[in-house]
């Protein structure tokens, strides 16, 4: 049997946690913000359970769609960052301005650390997507310093990004370049093999955002 085939048996905790700065409503309009997301989401999510023997029950790719506070709501938040395998950071503006989305790096940066420091080694487990275009010098670190393009996405993807490709009706381009990068994120999920860690470790990050972080996630 192929090794990635036993590999993809083996990681049952959700495969992908989706960051992003949250779009607010759009005055005089029923539209709900970040449908395009939800879109990515839901592709993305289908993706990946076709790909692997993900159970049926389980998370595949997280999406906070909530604008719930309190504790419950970051407990939630912290669980999936302890469990997911590859962070999605969906670079745009409101990516870079959201000091939730930095912590949410800054976490699971934290576990990858924790893991190196036990001298197990795991590749870079962090999968950026290229949202609106952009060009390198406008993406800050440490956004970067992870490539986001990879085989088989294409030039229109590097072009427009995703919300790019959706807004101008071009869906078939927009749903190859979903399967594309589900596959990479499967594929560094099974090679980066990344341990859960205890939420309780993000403690202290969580705590230095103030109410009106919560608010902006």
Known sequence: MPENSTLRRTVQTPYGFLSYGRTPQVPDTHRPP??????????????????????MGRTAVYLDRRTMLGS?????????????????????????????????????????????????????????????????KEIPSPYADVQYTHEGMGHSYEGSGLYGLLSNGRHTTFNRVIYQLARHIVEVAVSARLEPCDPALFDDLFDSLDSSAGQEH
């Open 72 to 136: 419950q709501w970051k407990d939630e938040l912290k669980r999936h960052l302890a469990e997911c395998q590859v962070l999605i950071p969906v670079l745009s503006p409101r990516l870079f301005a959201s000091r939730w989305c930095a912590v949410e790096w800054q976490c699971f940066e934290l576990r990858q650390q924790l893991q190196r420091d036990k001298g197990a080694f795991t590749r870079n487990a962090i999968v950026p997507v290229l949202w609106i275009p952009m060009d390198h």
């Open 34 to 55: 970040d449908s395009g997301l939800i879109r990515l989401h839901d592709k993305l999510s289908e993706d990946v359970m076709a790909l692997t023997d993900l159970q």
